[in-house]
């Protein structure tokens, strides 16, 4: 895994998606809603990377079941209103992933208690999402899962925010935490407001740390 720091993640994210369309080709890029990005789409509202007139976009989950219902789709048209961001759809696969780290190790609507295994499907949303999203506890979500995400060419995971435990967990491998099985790929990259050589679950034979200008 090759992590990078968190100042100028945004930079950093952009140079990230530039070096795998090239290396890999990359045609398509799936994209999360949130908190999380949302610096990182002002800055593409602002300068409209070259890169992104190459890529098909897709979201990654959104909120179904629910007076809220299409909350990350309209997340997506107010973000990114130059772009279409296409709605999550089965069978569908990308070639590089952005994906947030959550509260409770989720990543999507892939929540704690699903198999690594999950690709894709309607979800039942932990209470703790339902809360941080103001949804009632009716509401479920539409999601692509671990298993779909690990088929991508490149993964790269941001963890922002106050987000310790979840994030040790994912630094020691925790088998209870979604976000763990993307340890398995072979491309994984991190980028973390969290001390990372300060985590348990640091290897210096494995886990590599780099600057911006390493890209």
Do not use: C
Not at 3 to 17: A, C, G, L, R, Y
Request: no cysteine; net charge neutral; hydrophobic share 40%.
């Amino acid at each position: 895994m090759q992590i990078f720091p968190f100042q100028d993640w945004v930079q950093t994210t952009n140079k990230w998606i530039e070096q795998k369309v090239q290396q890999y080709q990359a045609k398509s890029l799936f994209l999360p809603a949130g908190d999380t990005p949302k610096e990182l789409y002002a800055d593409w509202r602002k300068n409209s990377p070259d890169f992104l007139e190459k890529l098909h976009l897709l979201q990654v989950d959104d909120v179904i079941d629910s007076e809220k219902e299409g909350l990350f789709k309209k997340f997506f048209r107010d973000e990114l209103p130059l772009y279409r961001v296409k709605y999550p759809q089965k069978g569908i696969t990308a070639d590089l992933a952005i994906l947030g780290l959550g509260t409770n190790g989720h990543i999507a609507f892939h929540e704690p208690g699903l198999p690594w295994t999950f690709d894709f499907g309607e979800v039942d949303l932990a209470d703790d999402t339902k809360k941080r999203l103001s949804l009632e506890n009716s509401a479920r979500g539409l999601t692509y899962g671990a298993a779909t995400f690990l088929q991508a060419k490149a993964i790269l995971l941001i963890v922002k925010g106050r987000k310790e435990d979840a994030y040790q967990k994912f630094m020691q491998k925790d088998a209870d935490l979604p976000a763990s099985a993307l340890r398995s790929h072979s491309d994984l990259t991190l980028i973390s407001e969290i001390s990372t050589t300060q985590s348990r679950g640091f290897s210096p034979g494995k886990d590599r740390l780099f600057s911006a200008e390493n890209l």
